[in-house]
């Protein structure tokens, strides 16, 4: 099923495994990642950071650091006064205590790793080395490490002045919860505490900056998911006009996954000292500056009640859950999202979310794959599961007496979105999601391996998870298409990618919008003197605002390009048609013209020379798509785990993975997806954890101790697509970026709980670690 | 002590010494000679990258465990350029990711890396590659687990490293196909 817009493309690209354009020069080293771009005569800075969660700074001495030999500056707070601005928090709340970060600390640090000094200098290694002579003055303060120390009476405060750590405090309601929970026949309730990890992008953060002073013009190149966003923030704090800013995110990002979708006090320093200096100037993050100042997620503690009657229909969610929000609030997109995620795709007619977002001294937390939809699921889906349990159902006929219906839709569930609109799912069926996946693992034959296998001493468990994702969020993105004096086809995209294949999947929605061959189309990205406004590249967004732009941009080019074949070959315009390699008209296919026939009179034109009035001239286009609200990708995913009750020890036996992003452009690129973020799953299922001490220190901070899932630990899961597409806009499409993750910490918890349902342990912490494991099986409450 | 430099030499030039820390390296790299003074700190990696211009390999960690900067060294030893001084590469033979495709062709383990979508921010890659090019010339990778197994030492954040397994499999097979 595909939308009919698409399917009036004369020439089908869209849906076809095509192979990617990317893949050459990354496979043969030619690629340009920022740090392999050649910036002539340029200087590298190194950023001193805090070694404490939190202390007073009492003074900087950097006499000996600027004296040091390479060195061309040192910059503290106070030389750089004019960008000592907030840098304000993406999406915000009336009630919020707002605690924003500055650029860089002026009096006060709050976590190990916030900017305190920059070194520029000859070289990487000099700055590393002159960082080391800067003498800072600390006094050391209590800090504070966990949401709830955060919120125990009597804790330090992160924000001195504050009453409290708590940042923001919301309540949403739908029905009536409270009476609801008195009246529901059974109740389960229980408390499910999901830890920190990060993004880890193989390529850390990275930014430089040149300033041409003949033309005012500061160009930065940022291995960012947002270059417009970052052009926005540089341009207030700089005072200076979107124009005189050109922000480029190379061709090739070395992954994103949120992290690189924030705004860094390091990109509002770098830029504004290669223009103090007038010389180019660049700063790459090293893996130890990524693990203790890149943002990261999840830390999230729920407190989940669910009523249900004798047959398992659920009455009333209640989940009040503390939030991590790090050291300054970036942003409160991740627990708002949490907030609206939670229902997932059932019928609940009392819904209390309650949201406790809280100060700690460790890194700010922001949106990282998944986005605050991971914990929603942990603390739904591993209810799902207490209530089948309770009731004696199998976990799938528990969700199956629940699910919303296909015909349902749209479907107001009551909530409100991170953007204040009514929560209302678009399109979906879960149904067919469950039943695909219950039939894959065959319930019935896995209970009875199950039993024989407890016989042998081996423990299996299986697990579900479902979710529902709001993706192809506001406001808009935008897209320009240009016929090139040379006859070809340029697309220009807002958006960056970081390895999702824009110039693949572009290339292909470009050549069946206009007709012409994919040869002659090109796509470039990620440059705001490319196309004036965008967004960026996040929550899952791009396929579904950029693609309706693109295919909007290249329809109207398509139009332009059969008027002026129609105007150059002096027959009626329903007398030609767009293929191959132009125009021609339909019913004297000899007579044609080539884009770059048609270019040389509409584009590149004579001077002084009339032209025809049907003729269109320079013909370019741009579209911009702006949705009415987001669109709802939903998945599930079903896992059967081994668990070793010696070592703690968790193995995935099977793995089976379900996923509706509507109509898929590449199937090859959506699977990609699927499977990239379902490694990302199974490391925050067992294995990634961002260990902090109670002090506040980091303990987490190189892959030595920070476990990423390697090929031993991740095989490929089975994966099922069920296309519902989206009405809300004319490809039908929906994001595909998180789904891939976002069951799957819930399901293989639910599956590690299910091979220990004989102990009647319980798993109510998240990585299952082995030491979990154990500490479950002796008792101690998801120790 | 400078060696004499030869006729068709690329002199690299170091970045980041005071003279008396520096060392005069003489190493080949992709088949040809290269000297040049460097820094006694500095690894192989920034020597490749920085003076040599050879910035396939790439820093994903700088300590040793994501195997981005992964070369070869003296044709079968998959080496961590991170955690290699270039001065430790002296006399040595050094390969990396811009050796694979031979007069601009992709070799089969590219190819089959583009085949089955082993590919998708690609930083990552020219490790794998190197990685995986030493280990196959100790014998074939022909199923899955050995493939697993083979790819282990490297880290990828976007594959989720199924496209990577299925390639270095196919590859394998063809070849014994062929033999």
Known sequence: MTSPDLARASERLVGTRMRRREDERLLTGRAQFLDDLDFAGYYEAAVLRSPHAAARIRGIDTTAASAASGVVAVYTAQDLGPILHDLPPKVTHPNLNRQTRLPIATDRVRYVGEPVAVVIADTRYLAEDAAELIDVDYEPLPAVASTGQALAAGAALVHEGSESNVAVHIVQQAGDPDTALLAAPHVVTETFVVTRGGGHSMEGRAIAARFEPATGQLTVWDATQTPHYVRQMLAVLYGMTEDEIRLIAPADIGGGFGPKAQFYGEEAIIPWIAMQLGAPVKWIEDRWENFVSATMERAQTHRVQVGFDDEGHLLVLKDVFEHDQGAYCVGLQVPTITMSTLPGPYRIPHIHSELIACYTNMVPTSSLRGAGRPQAVVAMERMMDRVAERLGLEPDEVRRRNLIQPGDFPYAVGLLFRDGSPLTYDSGDYPALLDEAARRIDIAEFRVEQARARTEGRLLGLGFGMFVEGSGLGPYEGARVRLTNGGRILVLLAASPQGQGYETVYAQLAADAIGVSIDLIEVRHGDTALVPFGQGTFASRVTATAGPAVWDACRQLRGDLAAAGASMLGVPLDEVEVTGPGVRVSWAPRRALTLREIAAVTNVGRHGMSLPDDLPVAIERTAYFKPRRAVYSSGIHAVIVEVDAETGKVAVVRSVLGHDCGTMLNPLLVEGQMLGGYAHGIGNALYEEAVYGPDGQPQAASYLDYALPTALEVDRPELFHVESPSPLNPLGVKGAGEGGLIPVPAAIANAVEDALRPFGARITQLPVTPSRVIGALRGQDGA | ?179
């Open chain 2, 1 to 179: 002590m400078a060696e004499e430099i030869l006729p068709g030499d690329t002199v690299a030039h170091g970045t980041v010494a005071d003279a008396d820390q520096r060392e005069w390296v003489t190493l080949t790299v992709n088949g040809s000679r290269q000297s040049g003074y460097v820094d006694a700190r500095m690894t192989l990696a920034d020597f490749l990258r920085r003076d040599l211009g050879l910035t396939g390999t790439r820093l994903g960690c700088e300590h040793g465990s994501c195997g981005a900067c992964t070369v070869i060294v003296d044709h079968d030893k998959a080496v961590r350029s991170c955690l290699m001084l270039a001065v430790q590469a002296q006399g040595l033979a050094v390969e990396t990711v811009e050796s694979l495709a031979a007069d601009g062709q992709l070799s089969p383990l590219q190819s089959a890396f583009r085949e089955f979508h082993a590919v998708q921010c690609g930083f990552c890659t020219s490790g794998f590659l190197m990685s995986l090019t030493a280990r196959l010339r100790e014998g074939p990778i022909l199923t899955r687990e050995q493939a697993r197994e083979a790819l282990s030492g490297n880290i990828c954040r976007c594959t989720g490293y199924a496209g990577m397994v299925e390639a270095v499999v196919s590859v394998s097979r063809a070849a014994e196909g062929a033999a």
